[in-house]
């Protein structure tokens, strides 16, 4: 696929997981897909997943039935770069929203996607874990945050 083709597809499962239709998002992967976040993410911590997911099941279930429990209102996203080489994507996107707490959300991230015949089959994605922290786990119980993540099983 051309470059222009692989950030259409990008631009267009960012629509889909908005949309919280688990066959647009599902659609949107590869049938060995996987996502990897930093380890210990204040999201992954909070909601009990993990931190890599992998297959389109897992990534469904994240994007469909948790993200929504603590991303609640409000969530935007708003690009900033996108480029492109080969079937490698860098995404630059800010997040905001209201989180469950109450409390406003809002990170950078950066998302690398390689992609396979326009469908993610890789994701990595990085962003200020701190600042994700301070504002999703600072008002978890201090016993919840000593946990840390627990590893969530596809139903």
Not at 78 to 90: A, I, N, P, Q, S
Not at 102 to 112: E, L
Request: charged share 30%.
């Amino acid at each position: 696929m051309t470059p222009e083709q692989n950030k259409r597809a990008v631009v267009d499962a960012w629509k889909a997981f908005a949309s919280r239709d688990p066959q647009r998002v599902r659609a949107a992967f590869t049938d060995d897909a996987e996502w990897l976040a930093p380890k210990d993410n204040a999201t992954g911590v909070a909601l009990g997943f993990t931190d890599h997911m992998i297959g389109p099941d897992t990534i469904v279930r994240f994007l469909v039935e948790e993200f929504p429990k603590l991303f609640v209102a409000d969530v935007s996203v708003d690009f900033t770069h996108l480029l492109c080489e080969g079937d490698t994507v860098v995404l630059e996107m800010r997040l905001q929203a209201t989180l469950a707490s109450g409390r406003h959300y809002d990170n950078d991230y950066c998302f690398i996607l390689e992609l396979r015949e326009g469908r993610i089959a890789r994701m990595r994605e990085y962003m200020d874990t701190q600042k994700g922290r301070r504002s999703v786990i600072g008002d978890l119980p201090s016993d919840l945050r000593a946990a840390g993540p627990v590893i969530a099983v596809p139903a």
